[in-house]
């Protein structure tokens, strides 16, 4: 299971192109997709993706483009794992972002893969067994 971050989502539906221009994340992406590998979308990334939106069309057009991905609502394990996760980064004198620690959380929960640009995860990883994807 590989579970799909923000930065990645956000870079891949920017970007059209052939997939020899394309970045390499979203190559990586576009690579998971076609071989059907098991792929999950937290809520809290859907909700990061539509917000900002300039009209509730682009809304709508993502909001397609992205029905094909499972959707994982944050259940009260989630979140008490998030707080975990906050704890120890904190203690470890690592500062890290509620909605990061919960796609952290979700990751961890779902002994998944996480698939991110977002470098912050790199430093949370070592402080809850985060699994990063190779990018």
Same mark, same amino acid.
């Given at each position: 299971?590989? #579970?799909? *971050?923000? @930065?990645?989502? @956000? #870079?891949?539906?920017?970007?059209?192109?052939?997939?020899?221009?394309?970045?390499?994340?979203?190559?990586? +992406?576009?690579?998971? #997709?076609?071989?059907?590998?098991?792929? /999950?979308?937290?809520?809290? %990334?859907?909700?990061?993706? +539509? @917000?900002?939106?300039? @009209?509730?069309?682009?809304?709508?057009?993502?909001?397609?483009? /992205?029905?094909?991905?499972?959707?994982?609502?944050?259940?009260?394990?989630?979140?008490?794992?998030?707080?975990?996760?906050?704890?120890?980064?904190?203690?470890?004198?690592?500062?890290?972002? $509620?909605?990061? $620690? /919960?796609?952290?959380?979700?990751?961890?929960?779902?002994?998944?893969?996480?698939? $991110?640009? *977002?470098?912050?995860?790199?430093?949370?990883?070592?402080?809850?067994?985060?699994?990063?994807?190779? %990018?």
């Amino acid at each position: 299971m590989i #579970v799909l *971050d923000t @930065s990645v989502l @956000s #870079v891949a539906f920017r970007r059209q192109g052939r997939a020899a221009t394309e970045p390499k994340p979203v190559q990586v +992406l576009r690579r998971l #997709v076609v071989e059907n590998r098991p792929l /999950l979308l937290p809520g809290i %990334v859907l909700q990061e993706l +539509l @917000s900002g939106l300039r @009209s509730a069309g682009d809304s709508k057009k993502l909001r397609v483009l /992205l029905e094909g991905f499972p959707l994982h609502l944050a259940t009260e394990a989630d979140h008490v794992r998030a707080a975990e996760i906050s704890n120890a980064c904190r203690r470890a004198g690592v500062t890290c972002a $509620t909605v990061d $620690t /919960l796609i952290a959380a979700i990751a961890v929960g779902a002994d998944a893969f996480l698939l $991110t640009t *977002d470098r912050d995860f790199a430093d949370i990883a070592p402080h809850c067994g985060l699994q990063l994807y190779p %990018v």
